[in-house]
């Protein structure tokens, strides 16, 4: 049984002054009562450090470093993991948050010994908070799935929300910690990947975690960049695989290119409803143009309605309204 387990919350931070409040304070509500924060400073300029050290719990450690950047966000990482003493580690970047039961409901997924990863549902949300939407929609297609499946999900996509995640340390240490191949900016997709080949992984049908979006993260400002990273990370992993491994997955490079592709064109798409938001009617058209020419038939779809909106003159909202869908007024 997990009972007492401590959890080893890795929370890297830089220039957070506006969050970090309510991500600490987000970990103190926890009503799970064993935990440590380790928060690891990449050398802030701003209020970060003045903020963090109005918190007098033992429980939170702040270690402070030169900025080294996201090229070597692996080094933050694990220096934050070289000094955790918990079992199971989990990450919250300073800009999140979590739900006061996120560990609570999370833990009992480690009950089986075979689990190296646990991960939840994610929000979400504004600037200020505000909910924007859930994902995945369909949770249950997650659930109960063999270790192949797994793998075969997770190469085509990376459903897996850092601010959910959590895993066991032992498991961490043996793939050497935190992933970032040359390329990356981040070390989550490739550190799953690497975990996918040493246990099971556990989901739970839960919002455990809250992922605030705002103009200064790098995961808005290079989408499109960070797509063709993930391509790079999935195919460099693929062709590692042993045979038997291919086989067993059921799947072919082709596949990877696929769900490339409509990745990319679904991208494409939500740039060109932000360009309608901001009265961009030529950039607009370009980046719809390049959703119908990658996309589904359902992108392509939308992506022709769009082109008609850039043309009138209207932003897609009034549609997403109609149809139930999120609308993009809220987000940077």
């Not at 609570?104 to 949300?125: R, Y």
């Not at 991208?267 to 938001?277: D, K, P, V, Y």
């Amino acid at each position: 049984m997990t009972n007492n387990l401590l959890v080893s919350i890795i929370t890297p931070t830089y220039n957070h002054e506006k969050f970090i409040r309510q991500c600490i304070e987000s970990v103190l509500a926890q009503t799970y009562p064993y935990w440590e924060q380790i928060i690891i400073d990449d050398g802030s300029t701003d209020r970060t450090r003045e903020i963090v050290s109005q918190f007098k719990d033992d429980r939170i450690k702040y270690l402070r470093q030169e900025n080294i950047g996201i090229w070597r966000l692996k080094e933050t990482y694990n220096k934050a993991l070289s000094i955790s003493h918990g079992e199971l580690i989990a990450v919250l970047e300073g800009d999140d948050f979590w739900p006061p039961n996120k560990l609570e409901k999370q833990i009992p997924a480690f009950d089986k010994p075979g689990v190296v990863l646990s991960w939840g549902k994610v929000t979400q949300t504004t600037q200020e908070g505000k909910t924007l939407d859930t994902n995945p929609k369909n949770f249950r297609g997650f659930e109960h799935r063999r270790r192949d499946e797994v793998l075969r999900k997770l190469l085509l996509h990376n459903f897996i929300s850092a601010c959910t995640a959590m895993c066991r340390k032992d498991a961490l240490m043996s793939v050497e910690g935190f992933q970032q191949p040359s390329q990356a900016m981040y070390v989550d997709y490739p550190t799953w990947l690497e975990l996918s080949l040493v246990g099971e992984f556990n989901p739970v049908n839960e919002v455990l975690g809250f992922y605030r979006r705002h103009g200064g993260q790098i995961s808005v400002i290079r989408e499109i960049e960070m797509g063709k990273v993930n391509y790079q990370c999935a195919l460099s992993f693929y062709h590692r695989l042993p045979k038997s491994m291919k086989t067993c997955i059921g799947m072919n490079v082709q596949e990877l290119d696929d769900a490339y592709r409509y990745d990319t064109a679904d991208m494409h798409f939500l740039f060109g409803r932000r360009n309608l938001l901001g009265r961009q009617w030529t950039e607009a058209r370009d980046n719809f143009g390049q959703a119908m020419h990658q996309g589904t038939p359902y992108i392509k779809a939308k992506a022709c309605a769009g082109i008609a909106c850039s043309y009138l003159k209207l932003d897609m909202e009034w549609i997403a309204r109609l149809m139930r869908f999120p609308q993009l007024h809220d987000l940077v």
